[in-house]
C-alpha cells in the first residue's frame, strides 16, 4: 500500500514542478470540470489526503482553508508537512485490518482498507484531470506511468 501513496506523492511532486512553469493567475484559473483550478486542485488533494488519514486513526479533522495557501510554493510546503506525518504513520501500520471507521464528515462507515484504497484512487483520478488541463494550454502533462519509479529513496526506514 505504501509504494502507491509514495507513486501519488512523486507525480504529486512532479507536477508542482511542472507548475513552476507557470503564472499565478495561469494556477489558479477557473477551469472547466475539476476541483476548478490547477493550484486549488493540488490542494484538495492533499487536504484530503490528510484528513482520511487522520479518519483512520480516530484523530479530529483539521481544517485547511484554500485562502491561506494561494500560493504555489504554501501548498508544496503543506504538502511535504503533512505528508512526513502520513508517512509515519503509514510505516508503523504495515497491516491494515478492516476495521470501522467513522467519520465526522460522512454519516457512513468504512473500513481502512477501502479509506486508504479511496484516498489513493482520488489522486490519480485528480491528477488525469490536470493532465487534461495541461494539454488545453498545450503543454506536456506529467508522465503517470507506475512502472520505473524508485520508490525506495522517497521512504526511508
Not at 502507491?4 to 512532479?14: G, I, K, L, S
Not at 487522520?54 to 479533522?61: A, L, P, V
Request: hydrophobic share 40%; glycine share 4%; with cysteine.
Amino acid at each position: 500500500m505504501l509504494n502507491f501513496f509514495v507513486y501519488n506523492w512523486q507525480v504529486r511532486d512532479e507536477w508542482f514542478q511542472w507548475c513552476h512553469q507557470l503564472c499565478i493567475d495561469e494556477l489558479l484559473k477557473r477551469r472547466t470540470g475539476g476541483a476548478g483550478s490547477i493550484l486549488y486542485t493540488l490542494f484538495h488533494i492533499i487536504d484530503v489526503e490528510y484528513s482520511w488519514i487522520r479518519g483512520i486513526q480516530h484523530k479530529e479533522d483539521r481544517i485547511f482553508s484554500f485562502k491561506d495557501y494561494r500560493t504555489l510554493e504554501k501548498i508544496e510546503m503543506l504538502s511535504t508537512k503533512l505528508r512526513n506525518e502520513i508517512i509515519e504513520f503509514l510505516k508503523s501500520n504495515k497491516e491494515f485490518n478492516d476495521g470501522v471507521v467513522t467519520v465526522a464528515w460522512d454519516e457512513n462507515e468504512y473500513t481502512k482498507n477501502d479509506i486508504l484504497h479511496h484516498v489513493i484512487v482520488h489522486e490519480i483520478h485528480h491528477i488525469g484531470q490536470l493532465s487534461v488541463w495541461a494539454r488545453e494550454i498545450a503543454l506536456p502533462p506529467v508522465p503517470a506511468n507506475y512502472i520505473g519509479r524508485d520508490f525506495k529513496s522517497y521512504v526511508k526506514d
